[in-house]
């Protein structure tokens, strides 16, 4: 079981940046798979990017170059750093883990936090 809480959304201005993070407890946080997504209004939820247990990472080609996602395993933290923002950026960025084991995935959520990119 993990609880994922997110903090850091609000308003910015193109070309300005924030910084997402994500709390998590519950459970052995260093072996899990934390992800962020985001779901825009009228759109399909869009893996951002991925940290494995290993520190290795992925990035939607949308973010590439703009944004990065990092972790600390002894603060049950994972952080989404956005910069160069764009207005398409706008949308609720959610927090996810996952992990497998014995063949059982364990998938969790946050409950979202809105990120506006607005002049």
């Known amino acids: 079981q993990v609880q994922l809480v997110e903090s850091g959304g609000g308003l910015v201005q193109p070309g300005g940046s924030l910084r997402l993070s994500c709390a998590a407890s519950?459970?052995?946080?260093?072996?899990?798979?934390m992800a962020w997504y985001r779901q825009a209004p009228g759109k399909q939820r869009e893996l951002v990017g991925v940290?494995?247990?290993?520190?290795?990472?992925n990035y939607a080609d949308s973010v590439m170059g703009r944004f990065t996602i990092s972790r600390d395993n002894a603060k049950r933290t994972v952080w989404l750093q956005m910069n160069s923002l764009k207005p398409e950026d706008t949308a609720v960025y959610i927090c996810?883990?996952?992990?497998?084991?014995?063949?059982?995935?364990?998938?969790?959520w946050g409950q979202g936090t809105q990120v506006t990119v607005s002049s």
């Open positions: 996810n883990a996952h992990n497998l084991i014995g063949g059982v995935h364990s998938i969790y």
């Open positions: 519950g459970s052995i946080f260093s072996m899990y798979t």
């Open positions: 940290i494995r247990s290993d520190g290795s990472r």
